[in-house]
T-cell receptor
Framework: DAGITQSPRHKVTETGTPVTLRCHQTENHRYMYWYRQDPGHGLRLIHYSYGVKDTDKGEVSDGYSVSRSKTEDFLLTLESATSSQTSVYFC??????????FGPGTRLLVL | DAKTTQPTSMDCAEGRAANLPCNHSTISGNEYVYWYRQIHSQGPQYIIHGLKNNETNEMASLIITEDRKSSTLILPHATLRDTAVYYCIVRVAGTGSARQLTFGSGTQLTVLP
């Protein structure tokens, strides 16, 4: 395993509530990514980070924000969750050979 | 990144070699071939990657044709745990950019007892 954990692994929340997902790595890699996976859409990039406090948007960033105050942690926040954000969220890190390794995922259900 | 084409599904008998093909006829000279798999409900798992030479690791072998327009992932002795969706991805490496991975539909490999 690549030393990536995600928390929580499962979450049920209500529309309009804020939600924060955490990705933690023990590998000290610079690049970290948040993807979401939905049936019929494959994996889509939400946001990524290329260092502490350095982040950028992916293809489906609307409704999401991220923060990276430490190398090992990359947080994904849904400021006001909507039902369309029901999904499986995967965090990934990238090593020096530019290979990405994925975490176990967080299943989020927004009611 | 070059587009890839994979069969939708394949079956393989347990203990036999699983050979998963991928076509990437528009691949450029600086693009690598990556293979990932995703077992149901788990995160994608990196398997192997290569540029032009054949590669082997503890999980699999990657055979890339001389013209680099296609490749084959080989699982030498498939087990039931190898049942998963296998993704072939072509992407440029070494650019220093973030470059997300783009997963296509992949091949559903089912290993039969």
């Amino acid at each position: 395993d690549a030393g990536i954990t995600q928390s929580p692994r499962h979450k049920v929340t209500e529309t309009g509530t804020p939600v924060t997902l955490r990705c933690h790595q023990t590998e000290n890699h610079r690049y970290m990514y948040w993807y979401r996976q939905d049936p019929g859409h494959g994996l889509r990039l939400i946001h990524y980070s290329y260092g502490v406090k350095d982040t950028d948007k992916g293809e489906v960033s609307d409704g999401y924000s991220v923060s990276r105050s430490k190398t090992e942690d990359f947080l994904l926040t849904l400021e006001s969750a909507t039902s369309s954000q029901t999904s499986v969220y995967f965090c990934a890190i990238r090593d020096f050979q530019e290979t990405q390794y994925f975490g176990p995922g967080t299943r989020l259900l927004v009611l | 990144d070059a587009k890839t084409t994979q069969p939708t599904s394949m079956d393989c008998a347990e203990g036999r070699a699983a050979n998963l093909p991928c076509n990437h006829s528009t691949i450029s000279g600086n693009e690598y071939v990556y293979w990932y798999r995703q077992i149901h409900s788990q995160g994608p798992q990196y398997i192997i990657h290569g540029l032009k030479n054949n590669e082997t690791n503890e999980m699999a072998s990657l055979i890339i044709t001389e013209d680099r327009k296609s490749s084959t992932l080989i699982l030498p002795h498939a087990t039931l745990r190898d049942t998963a969706v296998y993704y072939c991805i072509v992407r440029v490496a070494g650019t220093g950019s973030a470059r997300q991975l783009t997963f296509g539909s992949g091949t559903q490999l089912t290993v039969l007892p």
